[in-house]
């Protein structure tokens, strides 16, 4: 191949390079075709590369043109061959005149479900095989294509070591009973047969299930190599049909030896600010188009989060000021209850109108691993808080007393034996360690505007749907 294949996000650069004689090769496919009457078409081509469509304009000389012009249907995937020139039409700057074009592959416009109109988002749920075609999709994974790359950058620039938790895994990190359980054993035959299960008998020779969280097998490295993080999926079974969670999620878990809670906050808050900053340079485009088509306020909330300091109150402060907002939530507050999204949304949106970090929740409704207060009833628990969504991270300073930890796992039903080994790292060089879990999907959410968590990862897995 003697010309250069381009995808559409370099072309516009390669005209200002002014190089207008190189013949240039684009291939992509077709959002809309015009048709003129002085025999000539119109395409939009788009190849997922940026948000913008490359206009070609097909001349009627063209060899086979009016086979080819026929096929050109919304969908089809093509490839041009052409000179790049300004455009003389309104809405675009640069157009390609093509001198060749092969069509690839047709998509009938009869049956191609995704024509000119938009779809409701439930209709593209069902088309997730498709959907990533359309503008709001495409969008979509440039941007949580970014946030990954920035997660790994804001903790490789300062020297964290990523480390790979297990997927599969004997232990209950947050021993909230979200277990999907993995095994081999012939369930059909088992239940044929009625019998107990005997799990000597199963792959593992115990119960295993699938990792709902790395924090545990984390903690192990950072009480040894040092600041280190997970980054993977997670799975939680929980039976919520909510717009802000999935079964299956990415979550990313720094863990640092030595940090206490401020500096758990202190990394959170940076953290959360370095991503959105690196979207908003990397993917200008797509969020003009979120805040245009999706959230109006996005780029406004965007902006406010970057350059205000996060809010840092303790549960029982934003408990007293839910309880004197007048506000009537659905859930009532009372201190002892864990908040509900409209809670956390009334402090963000309408209280603060900013991030918020709520600390020293009480120790009933947290984990048995968060380090307990001198008082007794609180532990060094902290929600990072946002607008529209609720909580985004939350994290802890980790109980590092060998025996406070074996007293508060008793106290939660959890039977330290099982635990040995996490149980060790107390015993043997413990050190003070924080650490947290930001969610990779409700960071989309928060950088896109999208309402439904399920339309921010590429294949959701909910209750009663696991297609594709
Ligand atoms: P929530 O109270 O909202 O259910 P959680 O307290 O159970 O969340 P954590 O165990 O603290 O969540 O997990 C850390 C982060 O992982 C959360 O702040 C959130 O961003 C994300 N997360 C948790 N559960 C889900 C889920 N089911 N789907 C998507 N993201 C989730
Ligand atoms: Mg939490």
Redesign the pocket.
């Known amino acids: 191949m003697t010309d250069s294949l381009y995808p559409i996000a370099k072309v516009a650069h390669l005209l200002s390079l002014g190089q207008p004689d190189e013949l240039v090769l684009v291939r992509g496919w077709v959002r809309t075709k015009r048709e003129s009457k002085q025999d000539f078409a119109f395409i939009e081509l788009n190849d997922g590369s940026c948000l913008a469509n490359l206009q070609v304009v097909v001349p009627g000389e063209l060899p086979g043109y009016a086979t080819s012009i026929k096929e050109l249907s919304t969908g089809t995937s093509v490839s041009f061959k052409g000179k790049l020139q300004a455009s003389q039409g309104k809405g675009q700057r640069i157009e390609l005149l093509a001198s060749e074009l092969h069509v690839l592959g047709t998509a009938d416009p009869a049956t191609y479900p995704l024509q000119k109109k938009g779809h409701s988002f439930e209709f593209l749920r069902e088309k997730a095989h498709l959907r990533p075609r359309t503008n709001t999709f495409g969008a979509m994974a440039r941007v949580r294509n970014a946030i990954s790359f920035a997660i790994h950058s804001f903790f490789q620039e300062r020297g964290f070591l990523y480390v790979h938790t297990p997927i599969i895994t004997g232990s209950d990190c ?1 021993g909230a009973g979200q277990i999907f359980q993995v095994t081999t054993l012939d369930l059909a035959r088992l239940a044929a047969s009625g019998r107990a299960v005997d799990y000597s008998q199963d792959f593992f020779g115990k119960p295993a299930g699938l990792t709902v ?1 790395g924090q545990l097998e984390a903690e192990i490295f950072a009480t040894s190599v040092g600041d280190c993080y997970t980054f993977g999926p997670t799975f ?1 079974a ?1 039976n919520s049909n909510t717009t ?4 299956e ?1 990415w ?1 990313v878990e720094p863990e640092m030896p030595f940090y206490e809670l401020a500096d758990n906050m202190t990394l959170a808050e940076s953290f959360v600010k370095y991503i959105i900053r690196q979207v908003m340079e990397k993917c200008g485009d797509d969020l003009a188009f979120f805040n245009e088509r999706i959230e109006p306020k996005l780029l406004e909330s965007l902006n406010n989060i970057i350059s205000h300091n996060f809010i840092r109150l303790s549960y029982t402060e934003a408990v007293e000021i839910l309880q004197k907002s007048g506000q009537s939530f659905q859930f009532p507050v009372e201190w002892g209850v864990d908040l509900q999204s409209e809670h956390e949304r009334f402090l963000t949106e309408q209280h603060f109108a900013q991030p918020v970090i709520l600390y020293d929740y009480p120790r009933q409704i947290k984990s048995f691993y968060m380090r307990a207060n001198d008082d007794g009833k609180t532990v060094r628990a902290m ?1 990072v808080l946002v607008p529209r969504i ?5 994290g802890s300073q980790r109980e590092e007393r060998h025996d406070v930890l074996v007293a508060r796992m008793q106290e939660c039903g959890l039977k330290p034996e099982d635990y040995w080994w996490y149980l060790e790292l107390r015993k043997y060089g413990t050190v003070p360690h924080s650490g947290f ?3 990779l ?2 960071t989309v959410q928060l950088i896109t505007g999208m309402v439904n ?1 399920r339309d921010c990862i590429p294949f959701p897995r909910t209750p009663k749907s696991a297609e594709f």
């Open positions: 947050e969280s939680r929980e802000r969670h999935l079964a999620f979550m929600d609720g909580e985004i991270i939350g879990g930001l969610g999907e409700r968590i």
